[in-house]
């Protein structure tokens, strides 16, 4: 395959489909949504199949734990795949919304309409359902797909694309509103990234390596994430309880997602009230604790953090843990070594919990919840085509509108500036 020739046809297709999306009407981008979420549910067993192929294939490559957990579907994922693209069919539609419309001294009209982006790249690895969420998002938001996954998931990414065109049929659109990039050669991502003529934006979900990459090479604007290193905040006023339970659900519930915690900070003034229950728990669900050295001397099996742990998203059973002296040391330590991906405070003071969420530089800010929450489908987007840790155009969880961009428009009546 001519892999420059292959991906100038695919831009082109895009450019031209992304017309004809931006047009397309509410009702026809429900049809073809509904229609997918239908054959996802008709074909689970199909698509089960594809991806116990890729699992097989990746273990026996070598595939690191982390990258297995996000690659395996079950037929409850498979479920849920099919009620996200529902839920993004039940969402309103932002296309065409106008907003602030407002009369100028002039006599003319002016406010801002609501446009899609055009065509989006979108790179990731291992999670096939991405294939599903991030095609119903682009047309629901008027845009043109083209979806490149990981070589893992090559098997279970065609047969998802082959019911997301048998949606697109149904309602009539353009076959290639989605594409998706149907060869495994990495220079495929190195021609997307720089097809400025043909595609308006990247979201890269992946690893540090691909994020690297693109930092790199791209010449495509990026909405980027680039890792999450969340943390939980247990401050002197916890409740021993919910902290307990908070801490359990965010470190163990999954260990290969972006918004597990990887970092535990304690208040002093509880330290040795809190950590030895949370450790215990952890410790028996197998997680390895590694800490300083005030929790080195609470915590028998602990062992001692390096600088580089409290930077670390491991994406595995361990965790980095620090007695912090109060909430301006745990907001410092937030502030330089997470992610600004999704920090949480347990607390029942009220005002510390304010200074929490207004001075926590992080996409989302948490009280007295889990980090596992960072979700667009929990945040009630539907489904999510990525998590942000930008601050421009898009943050957090990208649903519908971190998909659109808006445009000034003018309505006069013969008006001519004096």
Not at 337 to 361: C, G, Q, W
Request: net charge negative; proline share 3%; hydrophobic share 45%.
């Amino acid at each position: 395959m001519d892999i420059e020739l292959y991906m100038q046809t695919v831009g082109q297709r895009a450019r031209a489909a992304s017309r004809a999306m931006a047009r397309a009407d509410t009702g026809a981008k429900n049809t073809a949504l509904r229609a997918i979420a239908a054959a996802i549910r008709r074909e689970a067993d199909t698509l089960l199949a594809a991806n116990a192929e890729d699992v097989a294939a990746a273990r026996a490559a070598g595939l690191e734990p982390a990258m297995l957990d996000r690659l395996t579907l079950t037929a409850k994922g498979v479920a849920a795949m099919a009620e996200g693209v529902e839920q993004v069919a039940a969402l309103a539609d932002p296309i065409g919304e106008v907003n602030d419309l407002k009369f100028r001294p002039s006599g003319i009209q002016v406010g801002r309409m609501r446009v899609p982006l055009g065509v989006i790249g979108i790179i990731y690895e291992a999670r096939p359902n991405v294939t599903a969420d991030a095609a119903a998002l682009c047309l629901k938001s008027g845009n043109a797909a083209i979806l490149r996954g990981g070589s893992e998931a090559i098997r279970c990414n065609r047969a998802i694309a082959a019911l997301v065109h048998e949606g697109l049929a149904a309602a009539g659109l353009p076959a290639d509103a989605v594409q998706v990039i149907d060869t495994t050669n990495r220079a495929a991502v190195g021609h997307l990234i720089t097809m400025r003529e043909y595609v308006d934006v990247i979201v890269p979900r992946g690893g540090k390596g691909l994020i690297s990459r693109l930092l790199a090479e791209a010449r495509v604007p990026m909405i980027q994430h680039l890792d999450g290193n969340c943390h939980v905040y247990l401050e002197e006023e916890a409740d021993p309880n919910k902290a307990l339970k908070i801490v359990e659900n965010a470190k163990t519930q999954r260990y290969g997602t972006c918004n597990t915690t990887e970092s535990l900070l304690v208040d002093r003034a509880v330290a040795a009230m809190l950590l030895p229950s949370v450790a215990h728990m952890l410790t028996h669900k197998g997680v390895e604790i590694r800490g300083c050295a005030e929790t080195c001397a609470l915590v028998a099996n602990a062992v001692p953090a390096s600088e580089d742990d409290y930077y670390a998203e491991f994406l595995a059973p361990v965790i980095s843990v620090k007695v912090v002296a109060g909430i301006d040391e745990a907001i410092a330590h937030i502030n330089q070594y997470s992610s600004h991906h999704t920090d949480a405070i347990v607390t029942d003071n009220h005002p510390k919990a304010m200074r929490f969420l207004r001075e926590v530089d992080s996409a989302s800010v948490m009280i007295n919840a889990s980090t596992r929450f960072a979700d667009g489908f929990e945040y009630g987007l539907g489904a999510e085509i990525g998590i942000s840790t930008d601050k421009i155009h898009a943050r957090g969880p990208v649903g519908l509108n971190g998909l659109t961009s808006e445009k000034w428009i003018v309505l006069g009546d013969g008006h001519v500036r004096g």
